[in-house]
Every structure is written in structure tokens, then in C-alpha cells.
């Protein structure tokens, strides 16, 4: 199943999970899954919804088993036993312009301000705010280059004049400190050959939320849906 996911270029993430819900199927069934019957994906499925496990995780399942029977053991039968499950998908939680504007003023640092600011002022996946570099950003053109973001998708993201200031006093910063290597990341992690994790933005965003007394569950992904929300 691996080796039929790399060939099919599965993102990194999408193979980890897949294999995550094939391995508590395995579990569940207390043998391998390639002797599964139609009864046994039915049990798990019923199993799944008795036990509360979200609408999500359920799909995320489905699509993780339907990959095993269907590309890797060849039973088309067996994928055709699960069962998507429908919900109503809710609207995301959104800060207001002002608060945005008070989370970033919070954020713990200027290297933190110009990331978040990144997130929020371009719209930005936290994944593809950690892995820009230097060279990404376009003053030129005022475009910020992502690549191989969602679906290994290169793209280009709005820069605005005002995010451009933040991004230059940054790299200023960390010219000084010495941690912004040519050519290297925008966001170094501790070490400067390393990126920024995602685990120290989502760290960064709930401490500035909370010094922001901003009440709402707060995410990297939220400055995103807020990007988008105040563009329209």
C-alpha cells in the first residue's frame, strides 16, 4: 500500500494518515485487512459511529480503506461496502478585522508578527507559511510564490505593501541574529537550516490570542478563513 501511494504521489501527510486508519482497522479486526469481509467493514463502520467518532474521521477512514481494497488488493467489492457519512459542514470561526489586528500586535516576537502576518495578510495554509523561503518572496511583482502547497500545487499568493514592510523589518532582524541564511527560509526554526515547525505557529497564534483576550478558538487556519472573509 505504501509503495502504491508513493506511486501515485500521495502527499506525505495523506500516506500517514492513510496508513493510520488502516493500522486501527487492523486493530479492530484482530487480524490483516485483507481478510476482511463486507460483515467486518459494516461492524467497524457501526463501531466507529457508536463510539462518537466524528463525521471527518469516518471519511477519512473510507478514503484510507477504499485505497487499500480497491488500488492495492484489487476487491472492488469490499470498497463498495463503505459507507461515506453525510454532515452539514458549519461556517468556521472568523476574527474581525480589529481582532486580527490586535493578534498580530500580540504576537510574540517580530519573527512570529511577520509569519502570522503572512497567514493572515496572504492567506496562507500554516504548512506553506513554514516552508517559504527567502527567494519566495516577489517584491517586483508584489506575489508570494508557494510551492508544492496543497495537492503539490504551485501557486502564487497577494502581497501587499503593508505585509512587504513587515517581511523586510523581519529580515533585517534576522540578518542581525545571523539566522537568515542566503537563499535559506523565511522562518527559521531554532536551527537556521531548518523551517519553522507548524506545532511553534499554532504555539505562537493560541499565546497571542490569549494576551489578544481574544476568546474564540483560534488557529493558523483561522487567520486564513479571515483573510479570505475580508477580501470578500
Sequence with gaps: MQQDMLMRCLGVHTQHDYVRHVRRFAAFLGRTPDTATPD??????????????????????????????DVTLKRRDLARALVITRYQRQLPDVLSIEEAGRLLQAAPGIKYKAALGVAYGAGLRVSEVAHLKVDDIDSAR?????????????????LSPQLLDLLRLWWREGKQRGVMLPHGWLFPGRSPTDPISSRQLHRAVQEAAEVAGIRKRVSPHTLRHSFATHLL
Design 40 to 69: 467486518d467493514i459494516r461492524r467497524f463502520q457501526l463501531h466507529q459511529h457508536e463510539s462518537g467518532v466524528s463525521p471527518s474521521t469516518i471519511n477519512g477512514a473510507v478514503s484510507a480503506l477504499r485505497f487499500l481494497f
Design 142 to 158: 508584489m506575489l508570494i510564490r508557494i510551492e508544492q502547497g496543497k495537492g503539490r500545487k504551485d501557486r502564487n499568493a497577494m
